[in-house]
């Protein structure tokens, strides 16, 4: 498999969660809570550098950077989904109240406030309405992170170790 194939894979991966996540949401009625927002971010700005990454099809040191960014965006990624699943997973008489939605945060506070209050979590965060194979949306995006980031260092050893 060379980069740009390996980089096509994920792009197509990516594509697919999100697709998938517009699903639940507009067919399923499962309204992203501000964690679940970013994490679409993540899989986002990963399908953006696959992209990239499967146009340029780089070699070793290319691939080396490329997977570096991926293994980044993944990790914060999955930062996020852990943080929402140990919201899921804690006692009701636990869980923060629901505060205000993402763009409303957003506008009323500086960025780094309103990240801050994001991160915190909130009611609506510790939902877990849709569930398959025991594990929310959370979960799952949380098992594609890893999975992803796992897959961009399989692709820079293997840039590595062909050139």
């Known amino acids: 498999m060379t980069t740009r194939v390996g980089y096509a894979l994920g792009f197509m991966i990516c594509a697919g969660l999100l697709a998938f996540a517009l699903y639940l949401q507009y067919y399923e009625q499962q ?5 679940c927002i970013l994490q679409r971010v993540a899989f986002i700005a990963m399908m953006a550098v696959f ?10 040191r290319g691939a080396v950077v490329y997977s570096a960014l991926l293994f980044l965006i993944a990790a914060i990624g999955a930062a996020v989904a852990g943080r929402q699943v ?22 009323q506070f500086p960025l780094g406030q309103a990240l801050q209050k994001i991160f915190a979590g909130s009611g609506e965060c510790a939902e877990a309405g849709w569930r398959f194979l025991g594990l929310t949306i959370a979960g799952w995006s949380l098992v594609w992170l890893v999975v992803l980031a796992l897959f961009c260092v399989f ?3 293997r840039a590595r170790s062909r050139n």
């Not at 804690?90 to 939605?101: D, F, I, K, R, T």
């Open 155 to 157: 692709i820079a050893l």
């Open 31 to 35: 309204d992203p809570c501000p964690l």
């Open 51 to 60: 992209a990239v990454g499967a146009l340029h099809g780089p070699q070793r």
């Open 86 to 107: 140990w919201l899921q997973h804690l006692p009701p008489n636990q869980v923060p109240a629901c505060g205000p939605g993402l763009g409303y945060m957003l506008e």
